[in-house]
């Protein structure tokens, strides 16, 4: 009975011992230059390459990925993370300069195992506008949308970062829940920089099957995590649950705290929830954002979309939602305006009490933005003003203008970031009153 305790002691030690690995490695980046201060981590422990882009350290047991943070100013040249393995050695590159847009791409719960057009929409939306990252906020599903996504919503296939966050349904069978996950995406937590913004990608706390990971160790690894960047920089959290939210972002567990709002949180990115939803908390000023996916609508009655997030360096965060699947549309109709009150039925006040001509757009389309929207009379152009996601609208300057434009026949032009122009005729119809609005005096 001795001997075979001892042996099992001895065989614990040598496994213990095996698992540890001494790891080093290089940044540089695409001109040979070595990159000073890029975050590594191995999901466990977090260091900074020296002054020659050098890193060396000893792996958590546990560990299976090396990963670094992207930072500011840099692309990825090849993947942000390689497998430890029995390598004992992980080098990196970076592309200087890279994707500079204000802009990505947030959807969640695609739920997907068959290739259908919304993909082909999403990758035309991404070729055309170049944003600087895709989110697939979790719940990718099972293991045929694991898979799906990995074969064809990958950063090759779209041109950009995909950064895909480990949902409920994404813990799967195997030996542990988020095994297939790491097979086909790496590891579940890491970071990365990008406009002055630090995001980071966290797994949720529990799913259909067990995970490896505790949530402990997610919250020493995200501590150490927003530790190494320079106090003040602006944080969106990815992760497919919304964590803390009712704690004012104090993230609790038997053995520790972390408070969030330390680290100048400014989003958190979710889904689960099958809705369409920006909140901005009235303590911290925390962006909430909740996407629902472009394959189907959510249970708030949301339309099929996945939602565009402008950013700036300061953590601000602004959006818009592309409705799925719509291609193309532009119509516009010309009324003349009949008010006594010295006010148009949109509410602007009139420089002159009488009525004008209006015109009214409605223009949309899925793959792209759209950069210059006019109407066209006797060839000058007058720009159409953008009311909300579908409205445009004009008021010809005077009713010369507005008679051109019915007798003649006015044209709407629109020109979308894919370089492509429409050219329509506006339907001229009869008269637009304060009535018509459900309005009056």
Not at 134 to 159: M, P, Q, W
Not at 262 to 271: H, Q, S, T
Not at 383 to 389: A, E, F, H, V, Y
Not at 399 to 411: E, F, L, W, Y
Request: with cysteine; hydrophobic share 40%; charged share 20%.
């Amino acid at each position: 009975m001795k001997l075979t305790t001892a042996l099992l002691a001895i065989l614990l030690i040598s496994f213990s011992a095996s698992a540890q690995q001494k790891i080093s490695g290089k940044v540089m980046d695409d001109k040979g230059a070595n990159v000073a201060g890029v975050v590594v981590s191995d999901g466990y422990n977090v260091l900074k390459t020296d002054a020659k882009g050098e890193y060396n350290f000893e792996t958590n047991p546990k560990a299976k990925f090396v990963f670094i943070s992207t930072p500011n100013g840099y692309e990825q040249s090849g993947s942000f993370y390689q497998k430890i393995e029995e390598k004992g050695k992980c080098d990196f590159l970076l592309k200087r300069g890279g994707n500079k847009s204000n802009r990505f791409i947030h959807m969640g719960d695609t739920e997907a195992s068959i290739y259908k057009d919304w993909m082909d929409l999403l990758k035309r939306y991404v070729s055309n506008n170049k944003p600087a990252f895709v989110v697939f906020n979790g719940d990718i599903c099972y293991e045929k949308g694991l898979r799906l996504h990995a074969r064809e919503l990958t950063s090759e296939k779209l041109g950009v970062r995909a950064v895909f966050t480990l949902g409920n349904h994404d813990l799967v069978a195997g030996a542990y829940g988020e095994e297939l996950y790491e097979e086909l995406f790496g590891p579940v937590w890491y970071s990365f920089n990008s406009g002055g913004i630090h995001f980071v990608n966290i797994p949720v706390l529990y799913g259909d099957k067990v995970p490896r990971y505790t949530t402990d160790e997610i919250y020493n690894w995200l501590r150490s995590d927003l530790e190494s960047i320079p106090a003040g920089t602006p944080v969106v959290i990815m992760d497919h649950h919304l964590l803390g939210f009712s704690e004012n972002f104090l993230l609790k567990t038997a053995q520790q705290e972390l408070n969030l709002l330390k680290y100048n949180i400014k989003g958190y990115l979710y889904a689960h929830y099958h809705t369409n939803l920006y909140h901005k908390t009235p303590v911290g000023g925390v962006a909430t954002i909740s996407t629902m996916s472009p394959n189907k609508g959510g249970i708030d009655h949301s339309p099929s979309s996945f939602r565009v997030i402008e950013f700036n360096s300061k953590g601000d965060l602004k959006s818009h939602l592309k409705y799925s699947p719509i291609e193309r549309h532009v119509v516009a109709n010309g009324f003349w305006e009949i008010n006594d009150h010295g006010y148009t039925p949109v509410g602007f006040i009139r420089k002159t009490p009488e009525p004008g001509f209006l015109i009214i757009a409605s223009i949309y389309d899925t793959p792209t933005e759209v950069e210059k929207a006019v109407i066209l009379v006797d060839a000058k152009e007058y720009p159409l003003i953008q009311k909300s996601s579908w409205s445009w609208i004009v008021r010809l300057p005077s009713n010369i203008v507005g008679m051109r434009a019915a007798a003649n026949g006015a044209k709407i032009m629109v020109k979308f970031s894919d370089g492509s122009v429409v050219v329509k005729a506006v339907e001229i119809n009869g008269f637009f009153t304060e009535n018509v609005m459900g309005g009056g005096a």
